[in-house]
């Protein structure tokens, strides 16, 4: 049996002839293809020859299709659609099943991409968008996303399930300490540079609030201040000051000796950040795939 492109006309000459059959019109036709009018003719020509049929009644200004010509069209119209909606369909499909995370900058550069580079590489199939957010944002009621939150858990817009609770402690690079005082408790801590965080929304502890929870008051500002987490870690990275530690997103700079607890003191809060998805999309396998990955994350 030959192949299809053995036995369909040139695909060129099937779309001069949709478009001349639409318009009625060569010249019409020649303007939406970006070819001459003299093109579509010779287009229109070899498809006749091709099939062995007149389409078209040619007349001074305009076609006419013929009888034949009509039942062409109309046979090249359902064929050319059924494409166009099979590979609209297709696509949807493969947009509707891509799970787009959104995470706080810091959490997603230093604890979620490390991870999701090997769960890209075991889960190939699975297509994953990540977004960061200086702000929360309402899920989707119709795509599969998956919001990492820091609060207590209660959100209107989606299921909440634990990731980890908030343990902070202070860090600081080693040469930070070098000839600066002696750090043997708390309270020599306001001794120190202290690094600030300032954002419009606030929900982590502060140095304040850590303070306090030592029965320690604290109302100076010792240290220079930043808009996100993230670059105040660079900062404490270059030795500038302190800053508050998380457990889990500071992990990788503590074992790799970037940065050191001065002291042993931590503490420990009701907040924490958590994996919140939208209910309506939970028929995505894809959707279930990541939080099932996510969730066993928790202690790792």
Same mark, same amino acid.
């Given at each position: 049996?030959?192949?299809?492109?053995?036995?369909?006309?040139?695909?060129?000459?099937?779309?001069?002839?949709?478009?001349?059959?639409?318009? &009625?019109?060569?010249t019409a036709a020649a303007a939406e293809l970006n070819v001459s009018q003299?093109?579509?003719?010779?287009?229109?020509?070899?498809?006749?020859?091709?099939?062995?049929i007149a389409l078209f009644i040619r007349e001074h200004?305009?076609?006419?299709?013929?009888?034949?010509?009509?039942?062409?069209?109309?046979?090249?119209?359902?064929?050319?659609?059924?494409?166009?909606?099979? &590979?609209?369909?297709?696509?949807?499909?493969?947009?509707?099943?891509?799970?787009?995370?959104?995470?706080?900058?810091?959490?997603?550069?230093?604890?979620?991409?490390?991870?999701?580079?090997?769960?890209?590489?075991?889960?190939?199939?699975?297509?994953?968008?990540?977004?960061?957010?200086?702000?929360?944002?309402?899920?989707?009621?119709?795509?599969?996303?998956?919001?990492?939150?820091?609060?207590?858990?209660?959100?209107?817009?989606?299921?909440?399930?634990?990731?980890?609770?908030?343990?902070?402690?202070?860090?600081?690079?080693?040469?930070?300490?070098?000839?600066?005082?002696?750090?043997?408790?708390?309270?020599?801590?306001?001794?120190?540079?202290?690094?600030?965080?300032?954002?419009?929304?606030?929900?982590?502890?502060?140095?304040?609030?850590?303070?306090?929870?030592?029965?320690?008051?604290?109302?100076?500002?010792?240290?220079?201040?930043?808009?996100?987490?993230?670059?105040?870690?660079?900062?404490?990275?270059?030795?500038?000051?302190?800053?508050?530690?998380?457990?889990?997103?500071?992990?990788?700079?503590?074992?790799?000796?970037?940065?050191?607890?001065?002291?042993?003191?931590?503490?420990?809060?009701?907040? &924490?950040?958590?994996?919140?998805?939208?209910?309506?999309?939970?028929?995505?396998?894809?959707?279930?795939?990541?939080?099932?990955?996510?969730?066993?994350?928790?202690?790792?």
């Amino acid at each position: 049996m030959d192949s299809l492109s053995r036995q369909l006309p040139p695909l060129q000459a099937m779309l001069a002839f949709e478009a001349a059959a639409r318009y &009625g019109s060569f010249t019409a036709a020649a303007a939406e293809l970006n070819v001459s009018q003299p093109a579509i003719s010779r287009r229109v020509r070899a498809l006749e020859d091709a099939l062995g049929i007149a389409l078209f009644i040619r007349e001074h200004r305009s076609v006419t299709l013929t009888a034949e010509g009509e039942v062409y069209f109309k046979a090249i119209g359902l064929a050319f659609n059924n494409i166009l909606e099979t &590979g609209r369909a297709i696509s949807q499909t493969k947009i509707s099943d891509r799970v787009t995370i959104y995470a706080n900058y810091g959490l997603a550069s230093y604890w979620l991409l490390p991870r999701l580079v090997k769960f890209q590489t075991d889960n190939p199939d699975v297509d994953i968008v990540l977004k960061t957010v200086s702000k929360e944002r309402p899920l989707s009621t119709r795509k599969p996303e998956i919001s990492i939150r820091f609060g207590s858990g209660q959100w209107d817009d989606g299921d909440s399930q634990l990731l980890f609770r908030e343990t902070a402690f202070p860090l600081c690079s080693p040469g930070y300490l070098e000839g600066k005082p002696a750090i043997n408790s708390v309270e020599d801590l306001k001794q120190h540079k202290l690094l600030q965080i300032q954002t419009h929304n606030h929900p982590w502890l502060s140095w304040t609030n850590f303070f306090k929870s030592f029965d320690i008051t604290y109302i100076g500002n010792n240290g220079p201040a930043y808009n996100n987490y993230t670059l105040a870690i660079q900062a404490a990275l270059a030795g500038q000051g302190m800053i508050i530690g998380w457990e889990q997103i500071a992990d990788d700079f503590i074992n790799r000796g970037w940065l050191v607890r001065p002291i042993k003191e931590q503490i420990s809060t009701d907040s &924490g950040y958590y994996i919140v998805t939208n209910s309506e999309v939970r028929s995505s396998a894809n959707l279930e795939k990541v939080v099932t990955w996510l969730y066993s994350l928790r202690t790792k």
